[in-house]
């Protein structure tokens, strides 16, 4: 049972979404008397002792801003054991009896590294890769999706206008989801995952039988680790004869205002968190299962790899 403190930190790359979950935790700690310090820059902060207390008017007019306040960073140091111990130290000169870590895998990894060295750790899974284990959500993943569409539906407007091919490269190295979320609600024809291979050959002969029967566009959306979107774009274009174009949307999918369901959920998540480390729980990862918001065992969230949805595969195939 936490008597003094608890810190929150955010970690990795930023999501929409972190700043509604961070201010969860603070104030829901301030609500049960506990007082709750802010790690800015992720793991670099903690080793820089760049740790502060915060209040309710440090999160106020936070919850509709993208990005995180509490800053992200890389940092090799903490990769190293005595980087993970001067961190711990800097935790425990703040008199910090639990950590809630927002982040995706590689962020909860480093908290489960500490939680082996006696610091309690709560995570909650910020990516909008949505590719933690054990949870159908992770903060962020909504607003990055929408996003996506948003630029799926311009982009039609301008592939229609000149009948062109355009390939939309989302993020994405390891997990396709946000890429099949995106091509299923922008209704893309094509969707290029790393999880499932695709026939090149089959998929230009295709588009040239549509583009005779009177096609005007075609809309091919691409994970960035699936294959290089420029390298694609060229060989789309030489085996179809057809004007094609490569948008590649980069870091823009990060940023936005989050989207309601981000808002919501972060905030349920933050609350959860917070009371589960003032209650002394550890080794916890708060997420969702159909709706509703479950813990599911640290060391098994960044130990399992979380897999494709089979059927939003086949969705994306049917509808095309």
Excluded at 66 to 92: S, V
Excluded at 113 to 123: A, F, K
Excluded at 223 to 242: D, F, H, P, R
Aim: charged content about 25%; some cysteine; hydrophobic content about 40%.
């Amino acid at each position: 049972m936490v008597k003094n403190a608890i810190a929150v930190m955010t970690s990795g790359g930023d999501s929409p979404g972190m700043n509604a979950a961070a201010r969860a935790v603070v104030r829901t700690a301030l609500f049960e008397g506990i007082k709750v310090y802010g790690i800015y820059n992720g793991y670099k902060g903690m080793l820089a002792d760049d740790i502060r207390e915060l209040n309710s008017r440090s999160v106020s007019d936070m919850i509709q801003r993208g990005g995180t306040f509490l800053g992200t960073a890389r940092c090799k140091e903490f990769k190293t054991e005595e980087g993970r111990q001067k961190g711990l130290e800097n935790l425990r000169k703040h008199d910090i009896e639990g950590l809630v870590i927002i982040g995706g895998d590689g962020s909860l990894t480093g908290g489960s590294l500490l939680s082996r060295m006696g610091m309690p750790i709560v995570g909650l899974p910020g990516t909008i890769d949505n590719d933690v284990w054990g949870t159908d959500y992770t903060i962020g993943a909504d607003t990055a999706a929408n996003t996506a569409v948003d630029a799926i539906n311009k982009l039609r407007d301008t592939a229609s206008a000149h009948r062109r091919i355009i390939i939309v490269e989302v993020m994405g190295h390891t997990s396709g989801w946000l890429a099949v979320t995106a091509a299923i609600a922008g209704g893309a024809e094509y969707v290029i995952v790393p999880e499932v291979k695709y026939d090149l050959d089959d998929m230009c002969n295709e588009i040239v039988e549509s583009y005779k029967g009177g096609r005007r566009y075609c809309i091919i959306v691409v994970a960035e680790g699936a294959c290089s979107a420029i390298g694609l774009g060229k060989q789309v274009a030489e085996k179809t004869g057809i004007d094609t174009r490569v948008s590649i949307l980069g870091h823009i999918q990060r940023g936005g205002s989050p989207t309601v369901e981000d808002r919501i959920k972060a905030s349920m998540l933050g609350e959860r968190a917070a009371l589960a480390i003032i209650s002394g729980a550890s080794n916890v990862v708060f997420g969702f299962d159909e709706g509703r918001v479950v813990a599911i065992n640290l060391f098994d969230a960044v130990n399992n790899k979380k897999t494709l949805d089979p059927e939003l595969v086949r969705l994306a195939s049917v509808l095309r």
